[in-house]
């Protein structure tokens, strides 16, 4: 579904999308389209777009076209989604040890809309970092 979302081809564009949006958080995925996990992610995005317009817009870069960010915000995994509000990089604290970026898909719709939703509050409140409502530390365990 990343055909269904804005893309972003160029450094000055990515630029642009971040310094232009003044009221809602900016939800960037970094990756390419032809990944899997960059498909899941983007399925999970183009199903949310609609109920979070007003207050996200999402942008989708393919990491091999727009290199410019890789080293910047160290764009080493398949899917990374970052989170930007008036020109600011907002942390999310997660409970991986990360709070820079998701670099994992998050299938799960729902749990997404309630991410953005905790970054856009506690961006308008001035925070650079919010706190998951839901603990992903132990995502990986068995």
Known sequence: MSYMLPHLHSGWEVDQAILTEEDRVVVIRFG???????MVQDEVLF?????VKNFAV????????????????????????MFFYRNKHIMVDLGTGNNNK????LA???????IIEIV?????????LVVSPKDYSTKYRY
Do not use: H
């Not at 856009?120 to 650079?128: C, D, E, F, L």
């Open 32 to 38: 390419r389209d032809s990944d899997q996990t960059c």
């Open 47 to 51: 199903g949310i777009a609609e109920k």
């Open 58 to 81: 999402i942008y989708l870069i393919d990491i091999d076209e727009v290199p410019d960010f890789s080293s910047m915000y160290e764009l080493y995994d398949a899917c990374t989604t």
């Open 102 to 105: 998701i670099n994992w898909a």
């Open 108 to 114: 799960d719709k729902q749990e997404l809309i309630d």
């Open 120 to 128: 856009y509050r506690g961006a308008r409140k001035g925070r650079g």
